[in-house]
């Protein structure tokens, strides 16, 4: 069984590549553009807000070490999924949760999970991430690339993304690569 490709937006792209990048089975994240109604945009394009991009990773993960739903998990319980456009302090409409499904079975996994949590009341507020086809992906700029880890001193890293990966490392602590 090859590779698969999953892709999800859970506001800034640097937090969620920073979080997938240590579980085991994915083989590379990558940080991007999806959703939106310009072609090639860039980061600057995008932060404006007049491209409706998303900011999202594709991740490459192998199937056989870690499963989509495993993949869903983490992507719901590391973000808030109940705010329109924002996450913490990044505000905007590239900041939404998103899901982008590459095929029937993601899309029926996405739906059931997002279901069951909406149901579950593990949230005060209604969840609003969208669940739409995967359609077309660019790749943000070199320099988002690994950004977190090639940038750990820098400000935004260390007040807001090392916290998140310290809070993962510990709740996913099963699924991290050795």
Known sequence: M???TATFGSGCFWCTEAIFEL?????DVVSGYAAGDTDNPTYKDVSI????HAE???IIYNPKKISYLELLEIFW???DPTTLNRQGADVGTQYR???LF???EQKELAEKTLEKLDRSGSWKSPIVTSIEAFEV?????NYHQDYYELNPNNSYCSYVISPKVDKFKKVFSDLLKN
């Open 2 to 4: 090859s590779n698969k």
């Open 23 to 27: 579980v085991d089975g994915v083989e």
């Open 49 to 52: 807000g007049n491209t409706n």
């Open 56 to 58: 999202v990773v594709n």
């Open 77 to 79: 319980r590391t973000h």
């Open 97 to 99: 949760s998103i899901i």
């Open 102 to 104: 590459h095929d029937d």
């Open 137 to 141: 992906f660019y790749p943000a700029e």
